[in-house]
């Protein structure tokens, strides 16, 4: 399950709920294109900011709207104990797998963060995906954690925050990771930019924003990445530059969040408040951006 | 209200939840001492950790326990709704005042940070505290944007993150922020090993952890620095030296709460998992840092 596209979609909501509608919406493109799992309430799910109940919900959706594409449900919370409920509640509703940050307030230890996974781990019968993302939980792991939290019983994949750019450095790391790791762990690639480089490089997945709204696209570059097609996954990611430059410009969120409004996919606005879409210059931007993309590739 | 100590207690708690016997013992230490005011729900009081019924109830309870002195109740949330939620609640329950931080998962914008502000101050009849915390939010504001959310309507404080070590300096970067300032809003410093250099710097109040457990040490510092005695200050901090150390080392939460269960205040654990009180190690260093102190100063 924790290979190729893992495609995250967009949670759309306003200040009063999930709009369920534009949801199951985005779901329906995924399972179209067949990507290879659904990565449900990761950080462009906007997980962090919904209630249990809420993620209960959307869980549920995903699961019914799945079309037998294995769904992972991100569980992620600040305390414990809402982890182990949210670990309950995507099991108990059809979850294939979970993903599980250790997203922080106060600034967390190795011990603890390694007691978290631990603890969650033990009460899961579906496989977890360590997710590893720093700019959002602020929290650095070192490659000897990673090793041992990989060990631990129901671990099948690390979802590593990039690659270096420069291939041959991004394949001496990928390696240099996997030496550590337990040869059931997978190792998928996130940060859209260093998506293509990171299969190339020999990671097994890419977890990705962008296929969450663009899954053909996504679909492309991972297929040629996998099939050894380096140059050309290489080349059709280069395609997307404007783009990639866009994600670290605004942040992947604001970015996709805006073409869906923008594209009629969902309503405007469809992120939970405090964030904001991107605002009018920067639409401007997009907005030329996605006209150019469009005689390039079938973007529509 | 926003002036003089303002001490944070702890929220005593393990995973079933709220230790309120030994909220309550905190609280009369506080009360006893007769403290400015009172920070109930900072991050010392681990607010981010519980859920909203669990804040109401600890709000309830500071009210209760007050003894006359204004209590001022943190009402950070990631999300908008629920800062509006808790901002409701905070006054219904009998707040004297309210605290609120730009709490981030998603990188907040000067944008999304000031629209945060400004709607939560429209439904406010209570003073709000600005917290500026980058350690925990994630969030750094720029002086700019401190003097346009300060002209807010119910703005009346900024708790900023600390102040450079040298007085001079100090003195320098408090004058600059106050003339961005409206004249009814104060600052006051946060970061404990600062709270001697804020005040002798000018600052109005100091927001303290070690006064949620220690108050009167706090209060000696404070009444020194507020009536210009500003040596007597500064060495009463510098005897707390190889505390404000340790703070710095393991996190100041992590410090007061393992010193409150070793006191016996509190039972030990007493924080949220996945947050851990300190090592064996940890502990016998700070057993012999409090039993130096205890010749030094008036500490238990």
């Not at 869980?59 to 809402?82: D, H």
Request: charged fraction near 20%.
């Amino acid at each position: 399950m924790f290979t190729g596209l893992s495609a995250f979609p967009l949670t759309p909501m306003n200040e009063t709920g999930i709009d369920e509608v534009a949801f199951t919406r985005l779901l329906k493109r995924l399972t179209s294109a067949k990507v290879d799992s659904i990565g449900v309430l990761g950080s462009t799910g906007s997980y962090v900011y919904l209630s249990r109940e809420e993620r209960l919900r959307v869980t549920q959706l995903a699961v019914e709207y799945s079309e037998g594409i294995p769904i992972v449900i991100g569980i992620s919370a600040l305390r414990t104990r809402e982890v182990r409920q949210l670990a309950e509640d995507a099991q108990k509703a059809g979850a294939s797998g979970v993903l599980l940050a250790p997203v922080s307030y106060q600034q967390l230890t190795d011990i603890e963060v390694y007691s978290l996974y631990e603890m969650v781990s033990k009460s899961l019968s579906v496989p977890l995906c360590v997710y590893d993302n720093p700019t959002t939980t602020h929290f650095r792991f070192s490659d000897e954690l990673h090793g041992k939290i990989a060990s631990l019983q129901q671990v099948r994949s690390i979802k590593i925050p990039g690659v270096p750019n420069e291939l041959d450095t991004a394949k001496e790391r990928v390696k240099q990771l996997r030496t550590l790791l337990p040869r059931d762990v997978t190792i998928g690639v996130s940060g859209d930019p260093y998506g293509a480089t990171g299969l190339n490089a020999g990671c097994d997945a890419w977890y990705s924003v962008l296929g969450g709204l663009y899954p053909d696209i996504c679909l492309g570059i991972t297929r040629a990445a996998l099939a050894g097609l380096s140059e050309s996954a290489d080349n059709q990611s280069k395609r997307l530059e404007p783009l990639w430059q866009m994600f670290q410009k605004y942040g992947s969120l604001r970015v996709v969040a805006t073409i869906a409004g923008m594209q009629g996919l969902t309503d405007t606005p469809n992120l939970p408040l405090p964030l904001q879409g991107l605002d009018e210059v920067a639409r401007q931007e997009l907005k030329n951006i996605l006209s150019i993309l469009k005689n390039e590739i079938s973007l529509p």
